[in-house]
């Protein structure tokens, strides 16, 4: 364990990203920060390059947009991406990320919500960005970030021997606005989250358990997420780690065999994917042990994996413990800068939502919702005053709109359900149709499963996955999932029954983070 890095003196020490950078070269210096492959070759950057080439992208930036703008971001996520990230927070400049394949419309429509002032893009958006032009007339600058060539012109001309070096220093406020957020929208309403340096510093400035100081981090969730800007880039940097980039996720085996890395950050159902490859290969050589299978999909150093997004069911944690990796989840949203909870990689609670982070916040639950305070908990909601009085409570704690309960421990948080997917049937009972769609989430069988209601009684809609029913020889797949409803069913009230199976022909619509929409299916 960096005792440098995991100390209260050296958290104090940091108050924005530019103290980050700062810190982190002087204390990590040559060691490699970011790998990634160009090619078959393994390109490193050190956290000494990682401030240089940030703090000369901010540098560009401040020659061309002399006043302070709102830049939104659109690109994968490359080294050029986080130098550019971060380039616009040590700039004084506000940072608003977009997916790389936002459309032209939600572009537009999302550029007015946020006073977009400047756009960077990268090749592959051109022909979206100049349709935002002729759309969006706010725009005073516009940049094709080109490709790494394009950078490395920046890197070079906006160096710190150049005439620009006095442009990044610039003192930052803590307290203002740093980025914007937008929310994925499942509700229908996408709202832009705005978070200082000091919610996202304060977010990042735990201890995690487990880490030591050669663990390699594989990135693999888009950057333009707060889950992965944070834990995979602003964590690692204050902690001294290499981070391996994976670019596309189709890349996935090539980087876990490439990098080797000790550990990653997923959403359920890439995790589910990775162990389906493991039993596919174990099948065919059962020879291999479980270790030896999962080595042959995750590389021989995989350790540990962090959860989050969505619910992690327990088979899944038992799966992947068969095979000597650690499988656990944290919570949090995009209003606290992500995290509430951290993965606890101990024995106790180990089906949780995770560890909360109390160092960090204080969390409380106060009529089955949960709610937070703390430093890392945003601003508010950019240009919605009333929406945002509405989150919090008159004390100051986020209402998070999620439901929960605390571990007997009373140190890890189970999260639910939601409550605006509550189900109130007409004799007052509350169904949380989460509670009822968990019951579900070891069954291979079920790709995807809303529950709802309709004319008072619970149904269950199933996007089935009619590969794995017939690799299994299940041949009524309808009649099936009736009997694992039937099972699933014994023991409940009446009321709280699912009386009625739907099965679906095509995926449900979903968000930008890959969240069902769940307004859609409901009747």
Not at 176 to 203: F, H, Q
Not at 207 to 215: C, I, K, M, N
Not at 253 to 268: A, E, I, K, N, W
Request: hydrophobic content about 35%.
């Amino acid at each position: 364990m960096n005792c440098a890095s995991n100390s209260r003196d050296y958290y104090s020490r940091i108050h924005t990203v530019r103290d980050l950078i700062d810190n982190s070269a002087d204390l990590y210096g040559r060691k490699p920060f970011i790998k990634y492959l160009i090619g078959e070759e393994i390109i490193e950057k050190s956290f000494i390059d990682l401030r240089e080439n940030s703090l000369a992208v901010c540098r560009y930036i401040r020659d061309i947009c002399p006043q302070k703008m709102h830049i939104a971001v659109i690109g994968k996520t490359t080294y050029e991406y986080i130098t550019a990230l971060t380039g616009t927070l040590v700039s004084g400049n506000v940072f608003v990320p977009f997916a790389p394949n936002t459309s032209v419309d939600e572009a537009c429509e999302l550029f007015e919500d946020g006073d977009i002032d400047a756009l960077f893009y990268e090749n592959a958006y051109e022909n979206s960005a100049k349709e935002i032009q002729k759309r969006y007339h706010k725009l005073k600058t516009v940049v094709n970030m080109g490709d790494a060539d394009w950078f490395d012109d920046i890197y070079r001309r906006y160096n710190s021997d150049s005439v620009y070096a006095p442009l990044s220093e610039i003192e930052l406020n803590p307290s203002e606005c740093a980025a914007i957020i937008y929310t994925s929208g499942t509700t229908g309403v996408r709202k832009g989250v705005m978070l200082s340096s000091e919610n996202l510093i304060a977010n990042i400035t735990y201890r995690e358990l487990e880490l030591a100081d050669d663990d390699v981090y594989l990135s693999v969730l888009p950057m333009h997420h707060i889950f992965c800007f944070s834990c995979d880039y602003f964590k690692p940097l204050l902690d001294g780690l290499t981070v391996c980039l994976n670019g596309d996720i189709g890349n996935i085996g090539r980087s876990l065999s490439v990098f080797q890395p000790t550990t990653m950050r997923l959403v359920p159902m890439i995790c589910e994917t990775l162990i389906r490859k493991v039993a596919i290969l174990h099948k065919k050589f059962p020879e291999l042990t479980d270790r030896q299978a999962a080595e042959k999909v995750f590389g021989k150093n995989i350790r540990w994996i962090a959860v989050g997004g969505a619910y992690l069911a327990p088979g899944l944690i038992a799966e992947y413990e068969k095979h000597g990796i650690m499988l656990r989840q944290g919570y949090g949203m995009t209003e606290t800068s992500p995290k509430i909870t951290t993965a606890d990689y101990g024995d106790e609670c180990k089906d949780s939502s995770g560890r909360i982070m109390k160092s960090i916040c204080d969390v409380r639950i106060l009529d089955g919702e949960i709610q937070v305070k703390g430093k890392s908990v945003m601003m508010g909601y950019y240009k919605k005053p009333e929406e945002t009085a509405a989150v919090f409570t008159p004390d100051g704690y986020l209402k998070t709109g999620d439901l929960g309960r605390f571990c007997d421990d009373g140190e890890h948080l189970y999260v639910t359900g939601r409550i605006k997917n509550l189900i109130i049937l007409s004799n007052g009972e509350n169904v949380s149709p989460e509670e009822l769609e968990k019951k579900f989430a070891d069954e291979k069988v079920i790709k995807e499963i809303v529950v709802s209601a309709e004319n008072d009684k619970i149904v269950a809609e199933i996007f089935p996955d009619r590969e794995f029913a017939a690799m299994m020889g299940i041949d009524d797949i309808e009649a099936y999932l009736k009997e694992r409803i039937k099972e699933a069913n014994a023991g409940e009230k009446p009321e709280k029954e699912i009386a009625m199976l739907r099965l679906r022909e095509t995926p449900f619509p979903k968000t930008t983070t890959n969240k069902i929409k769940r307004e859609h299916v409901k009747y």
